[in-house]
């Protein structure tokens, strides 16, 4: 084998293993924003926050900034079954976040507040989610102003377990009258998916969200799973938490929604490949 043609071999296996995707444009926008994670270790803190500790729904892990690092492309946020002191605890506690004295699980949530927001385009990520009991990843985004459910939350891509079955959502919340959140939800069982292709979950898949003025339509490799109409999504004080801009979480967590923990496997890993927004030109 000439020089040459090793040369162009051993190219040629390189971007062959290369897990990001040529970009593709969509016919009218244009790239405005975008992390491939082509850098090694922790995320760039110039672009990504780290949430920190408990933070919701009951979860059991605790966020830590050490469950997340960039390797061969691909962003690594790894769950990990291990115990850390909550130094928060206060016995007798109410509070969920202070009741537990130990955490017997961690993993990572960033986000770009702050740092990267946007409003209205196409939000595209490539991912592969863990589907192993007690996972629960997200690509999702709130909005930047007022409380949560008022400020809006986009659901690109959640999974979790409803009455025991795994579950793909897509959704959209804001606030009623009472404060609480008015859904506009998509729940397919993974089954569905599994059907056509048993090696689903092995594989990187694209969420994609088509953010306008009128709609908001969520897909998974290109097929629609839900449009959310936005001339419905008005809080009672005739906010529309669509029509401002909203910034990225990407997180792993575990148990709550995303069942039992206890019989699976550790360490976790869910991965993503690239974040890209593209606007009208």
């Known amino acids: 084998m000439n020089i040459i043609f090793r040369s162009l071999f ?19 926008y244009q790239l405005v924003w975008q992390e491939e994670f082509n850098e090694e270790g922790s995320v760039d803190l110039s672009t990504w926050n780290f949430e920190k500790g408990f933070v919701r729904n009951n979860e059991l892990q605790w966020y830590q900034e050490a469950n997340v690092s960039q390797k061969n492309g691909i962003l690594l946020i790894q769950g ?6 909550n130094p928060g605890f206060e016995a007798g ?16 949530s960033i986000n770009t507040r702050g740092k990267y927001e946007f409003q209205f385009g196409i939000l595209e990520v490539r991912a592969k989610i863990d589907t192993a009991s007690g996972m629960w990843p997200a690509i999702w985004t709130l909005g930047v102003t007022k409380p949560w459910p008022a400020n809006g939350e986009i ?33 397919i069982p993974l089954s569905k998916f599994l059907e056509n292709d048993p090696q689903w ?14 709609s908001i339509k969520i897909y998974l490799d290109e097929v629609l799973l839900n449009e959310i109409d936005l001339s ?9 938490p669509f029509h401002q801009p909203h910034y990225i979480l990407l997180n792993l967590a575990i148990g709550s929604n995303g069942g039992d ?6 360490p976790r890993e869910y991965q993503v490949d690239y974040v890209r927004v593209y606007q009208r030109k």
């Open 10 to 28: 051993f190219f040629l296996v390189v971007v062959m293993m290369q897990p990001s995707f040529a970009q593709e444009i969509p016919t009218g």
């Open 80 to 85: 990990r079954r291990e115990q850390l002191a």
């Open 93 to 108: 506690s109410d509070n969920w976040k202070k009741a537990r004295e130990f955490a017997e699980y961690t993993s990572s």
């Open 155 to 187: 659901d690109v891509m959640e999974f979790y377990q409803i009455k025991g079955e795994q579950t793909i959502l897509a959704n959209a919340a804001w606030a009623d009258a009472t404060k609480r959140a008015n859904w506009d939800e998509a729940k």
């Open 201 to 214: 979950a092995e594989k990187f898949h694209i969420w994609k969200m088509d953010w306008t003025e009128e």
């Open 232 to 240: 419905k999504t008005l809080n009672p004080d005739g906010f529309n």
């Open 261 to 266: 923990p206890s019989p699976t496997d550790f």
